[in-house]
């Protein structure tokens, strides 16, 4: 799939679904701006959201919401769920570390060097996290949970589950200029992949996707 103009995306047309979304938000976005970010743009669906620690996908797999989704880490753990329901999954990557080639464009290294920061010295560790993402407003108290946040990055080391094909419905949408992607290399994970120009914005990328969804591209 192709690039997308960012041009009238950011508006777009009410949802007049009554649909259910279960979401997985990202490492260190707390649910409540998750929430209130997606619920500013798709106000005519339920949503609920769940931190990305080791019951989320448990709890999206139990819940009774119609679409499933997630931004970044939350959207990676969903890709290898077996579940019919469409998936909405907004900067998504098979495997984080560069060296796998599945999408991620962040050296193991930096990961490792990462878990022991957050361990060491959380509030520097989220800081530059936010900072490299663009993301730098935020109060460091208003992360998650810590034992959350290093069973993430636990994750992200292991070897990478292999992804399982999407269901029919889903979107997956990337911003170009993502500073944790390597779109070349998502493509080809991800063959779907819709993307746009922008970074490692939830706002924008939910945008695009909901005016694919109401045009029915997909």
Known sequence: MGRLGILGILRPKADRSSLRVAWISGWTIPTSLLREQVESLWSNAQHEVYEPGAHAVAEVLASEADVLAGFSFGAHLLLTIDDARPRMLLAPFVDLKKEAGLGGAVATIQLRQQRRWLQRDPA?????????????????????????????????????????????????????????????????????LRTIACGHQLQPLLAAALNLRQNGET
């Open 124 to 192: 520097a560790a989220i800081a530059d996290f936010r900072t490299r993402i663009g993301s730098t407003t935020l109060p460091y108290e208003n992360f998650g949970n810590l034992d959350t946040l290093i069973w993430g990055l636990e994750h992200m080391l292991a070897p990478a589950k292999a992804s399982l094909p999407l269901p029919a419905g889903s979107l997956a949408v990337a911003g170009e200029n993502d500073p944790l992607l390597d779109i070349p290399a998502l493509r080809k994970a991800l063959p779907s």
